[in-house]
């Protein structure tokens, strides 16, 4: 199998990727600025730092990814779950590594980006994004 072939199957993960990257990148800025200029708690910062990259992530995975532009509020309520999922899994995995390990804060806020990224994957592809039938006309 050659790298070609590989990398079409695997497209939709590693745009994901790539997205998430960038929605990762918003994230780790606007949680590094609100330590160290806004002087806000690390769990402050990585809520606050999660939701503008997790905003990001969604405009440009429903609109390049998936390709989705039906049913924007019920796949924005379901991103908004797996986001929580994964802030809650963040925040324990930092919590953890700053609190417990003392590592330090920024180290273990890319460490926890990496570890989340699978999960959610997971969870935006079969529900979030997933395609859903026609819908019925409410008369049937």
């Known amino acids: 199998m050659n790298w070609l072939s590989i990398l079409q199957r695997r497209r939709q993960f590693l745009l994901y990727c790539l997205i998430g990257i960038t929605g990762a990148s918003l994230d780790l800025c606007v949680y590094s600025a609100l330590l160290k200029w806004g002087h806000l708690h690390y769990q402050s910062a990585n809520l606050i730092g999660y939701a503008f990259g997790g905003l990001l992530s969604f405009g440009l995975n429903a609109r390049f990814n998936f390709k989705t532009g039906d049913l924007l ?10 986001s929580l999922l994964g802030w809650a899994s963040s925040a324990g995995i930092l919590f ?11 180290v273990a806020k890319i460490v926890t980006i990496f570890a989340v990224v ?9 529900i979030s994004f997933k395609r859903f039938g026609p819908l019925r006309d409410a008369k049937n």
Not at 73 to 82: D, E, Q, S, V, Y
């Open 96 to 106: 953890i590594a700053i609190d417990r390990l003392a590592l330090d804060q920024y």
């Open 118 to 126: 699978a999960i959610q994957y997971q969870f935006n592809k079969r």
């Open 73 to 82: 509020l019920l796949r924005f309520t379901l991103f908004i779950l797996a």
